[in-house]
Every structure is written in C-alpha cells, then in structure tokens.
Nanobody, 123 residues
Framework: QVQLVESGGGLVQPGGSLRLSCAAS????????MGWYRQAPGKQRELVAS???????NYADSVKGRFTISRDYNKNNLYLQMNSLKPEDTAVYYC?????????????????WGQGTLVTVSS
C-alpha cells in the first residue's frame, strides 16, 4: 500500500517559522495532486495549500504570502514552509496525495492521508 509520513511540527512563537515535510512511500505508480490540510480543535479540516502534478499551486487566502508549498517529484516528497506564524495557524496539519497504486489487480486510485503533525503557535 501507500504511506504518507509528516514531520516538522512543534511549538513556535508567533512570528516564527516551521517547515513541514511529507514523505510518500509504498507501491506508488504515480502521484497526481498533493496538498496540505489542517484541522484546528472544534473546526472542520480545511485546505491550506495544494500542488498539481503539473505544478499549479493553490493557497488558502489565510496563508497567502506567508506559506510556501513545494514538491520533490523524484522523491515523492511534499513540503510546507510556514513563516510569520499566527496563533490561528495552530492545528494538526495533514498531508494528502492523489495516488495511483500498483496492486495485484493493476493500477488503483487512492486518496492517501498522513497521520498528521501538530503545529502550535503560542507565546
């Protein structure tokens, strides 16, 4: 199958920076879109940033100008550079990938999710 593993979360003061990483592994034939989502306590999961296989990038309005998404196509890795962090950025951040998986029956589509990494912005 496919695994997505996030890292890089932690506690940071307002105005600080963090860099999240997501490593995809397993029986991957191809990854199309990848993205970062977040879920704050008591709120629904929301899209933070996404990138297509063709390099088209989309950001939530709340993070534009502060966050940068990037992707290593060779390693199937995804990154999120977060600058000028605010307390309202506190959430569990999840990596998501639209994957074509090699399986015994051929290629199968999979909407894969990581386990999440906690980002806390607080003084």
């Amino acid at each position: 199958q496919v695994q997505l593993v996030e890292s890089g979360g932690g506690l940071v003061q307002p105005g600080g920076s963090l860099r999240l990483s997501c490593a995809a592994s397993g029986s991957i034939f191809r990854i199309n879109d990848m993205g970062w989502y977040r879920q704050a306590p008591g709120k629904q999961r929301e899209l933070v940033a996404s990138t297509t296989s063709g390099g088209v990038i989309n950001y939530a309005d709340s993070v534009k100008g502060r966050f940068t998404i990037s992707r290593d196509y060779n390693k199937n890795n995804l990154y999120l550079q977060m600058n000028s962090l605010k307390p309202e950025d506190t959430a569990v951040y999840y990596c998501n990938a639209d994957v074509w998986v090699n399986s015994a029956i051929g290629l199968s589509p999979l909407d894969a999710w990581g386990q999440g990494t906690l980002v806390t912005v607080s003084s």
